[in-house]
């Protein structure tokens, strides 16, 4: 089950690396991986989605825990989250195809970030789960490009991570 888990950081060189270094060695895969900073700049907030049972989840938290740049860390209950990923998908079309394209933008609510005469570019920040609807729907078009970023996600309601 995919699990994700928020992480309040201090914002210096290799804090991604000794993350990263943990789950590596530990042969625990990242599903999806964000990292930025927050409204105070000392300190970043790293967003992991990890699939996994309930307990490689709390040993992958108290190992980061344990890490010294690590100050707050939550995970995120699935059910009570708003997440996001951003995708950008570069499509082949022919002034034939364009209005079929163009109408499935409209119907997943995403936009057309560039046009040219032999591509449409688009853009869709959603959850996962729409952006794979998303590229299934585009698949008989000849998709040239994907690139998605990692997950973004706050717990719903009054609970914040703060330091």
């Known amino acids: 089950m995919k699990q994700t888990i928020s992480i309040l950081v201090e914002n210096h060189a290799g804090v ?3 993350i990263s ?18 409204d105070d700049p000392t300190v970043s907030r790293v967003t992991i989605v990890v ?22 860390l ?13 995708m950008l998908v ?5 002034p034939k195809t364009r209005s079929e394209i163009m109408d499935i933008v ?4 995403a936009r057309v970030s560039d046009i040219s005469c032999e591509t449409l570019t688009i853009e869709h920040s959603d959850t996962a789960d729409r952006l794979e609807i998303l590229c299934e729907l ?24 703060r330091v």
């Open 51 to 72: 699939n996994g049972d309930d307990y490689m989840v709390e040993q992958v938290e108290k190992q980061l825990n344990k890490l010294i740049d690590v100050i707050k």
């Open 106 to 109: 409209r119907v997943m609510d």
């Open 16 to 18: 991604l690396s000794r």
């Open 74 to 86: 939550r995970r995120l209950p699935a059910g009570d989250t708003v997440s996001r990923e951003l």
């Open 90 to 94: 570069k499509v082949a079309c022919s």
């Open 138 to 161: 585009l698949k008989p078009y000849q998709v040239l490009e994907i690139v998605r970023t990692g997950t973004i996600a706050l717990e719903k309601g009054g609970s914040v991570i």
């Open 21 to 38: 270094g943990l789950f590596a060695r530990r042969g625990f895969n990242i599903d999806s991986l964000a990292v930025g900073i927050t």
